[in-house]
């Protein structure tokens, strides 16, 4: 993963070197994958009928985190982020490599960053096998390994006409606690510290993903806000829906918020990380076993219908105007 470049822990350097800490911290033992960290290559052994799921997302200080956030939480919704599109999939985690650019190789920071994630790792049964560590701007790039039987991944591309939209959990808390860091909301005292968990210490929904295997007909991940991903969906299904904002769950915080916030918070939040699903009303059952499986509240919030385009009705039943409302956009917002 690197060619020639100046190494951190040439002699004469201060402090613990590139290869000092990969060796303190990110070098743990692996049970499953053949070959763990110390090689040019991990090795995995992939089951027979088992197709590889991989999936890599990237965390950069200043737009997906603050500087202020505590490195332990850091590390975990680092990875949380990635596990949590292993399970929109229905793939059982297997393994992740880390590239991650430090501008110090702070040693206090980078326990605290490991320990958040390692204890995620462990929660979810998925093992560190690589990854590059390099001086620079603080960034954070996990690749996700995991495994799904050959042609029972869940995908965006199957919902039909006449299914229902599901949403597990609830959403708009993490949006909500960044208006309150962005100082635009006053909120504090436990209400203020439950946001924060949510936007800081996510859940990934793996269990619900798994469960959901051979029930859902499609799923994504919540990551950007409903409108925009639930768009993707729709996309790649090539159909519509429509959706009562009247039935999308949510805290009693963002019940607490004017209209207008609670609105944004619900429809264009990001960083939720609920799984929105579709399956057939005949397989209600099936979904609420799954939900009851994976201990994860689950919620049907509307339909999808054959014409394209999303509908979203208000408390009183009647469409919203969607114009004002965005996903989040990296490079717009
Ligand atoms: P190469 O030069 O062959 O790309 P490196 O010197 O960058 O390898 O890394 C040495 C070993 O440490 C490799 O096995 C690599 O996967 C692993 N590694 C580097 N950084 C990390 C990290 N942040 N977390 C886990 N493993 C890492
Ligand atoms: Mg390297």
């Known amino acids: 993963m690197t060619s020639q470049r100046a190494r951190e822990n040439s002699p004469g350097s201060a402090g613990p070197g590139e290869f000092d800490l990969i060796r303190r911290y990110f070098d743990h033992p692996v049970r499953r994958a053949a070959l763990g960290v110390g090689d040019d290559c991990a090795l995995l052994s992939l089951s027979p009928g088992m197709q590889l799921a991989v999936s890599t997302d990237m965390l950069v200080e200043g737009r997906h985190f603050l500087s202020t956030v505590e490195p332990r939480r850091l590390g975990h919704k680092a990875l949380a982020v990635n596990l949590s599109d292993l399970a929109a999939c229905g793939a ?12 110090r190789p ?13 204890a995620l790792a462990q929660a979810h049964d998925i093992e560190l096998v690589g990854g590059d560590t390099t001086a620079g701007p603080l960034n954070l790039c996990i690749t996700v390994m995991g495994e799904v039987p050959a042609g029972q991944a869940l995908l965006r591309s199957g919902a039909s006409p006449g299914d229902e939209l599901w949403v597990s959990g609830t959403l708009g808390d993490a949006r909500l606690a960044l208006e309150v860091f962005r100082g635009r909301v006053a909120l504090e005292g436990a209400g ?4 924060r968990a949510a936007m800081e210490w996510p859940q990934p929904r793996v269990g619900l993903g798994l469960a959901l295997r051979g029930v859902a007909t499609a799923a994504i991940d919540l990551s950007d806000g409903l409108v925009g991903d639930l768009g993707h969906l729709l996309q790649r299904s090539g159909v519509g829906a429509q959706v009562a904002l009247g039935q999308l769950p949510h805290s009693d915080v963002v019940a607490a918020q004017t209209a207008a916030l609670r609105r944004e918070c619900l429809l264009a939040g990001g960083d939720d990380y609920e799984l929105l699903f579709c399956a057939p009303p005949s397989r209600r059952a ?22 394209p385009g999303l509908q979203v009705l208000d408390e009183a039943g009647q469409p919203l105007d ?12």
């Open 322 to 333: 969607l114009g004002r409302l965005q996903a989040f956009d990296h490079f717009k917002s």
């Open 192 to 195: 203020f510290e439950q946001v």
């Open 106 to 118: 702070d040693e206090t920071f980078i326990a605290g960053l490991a320990e958040g994630l390692f």
């Open 286 to 307: 099936a979904v609420l076993q799954a939900a009851a499986a994976a201990q994860v509240p689950v919620q049907c919030v509307g339909h999808i219908t054959t014409e």
């Open 92 to 103: 059982r985690p297997l393994a992740f490599t880390l590239a991650l650019s430090l501008p």
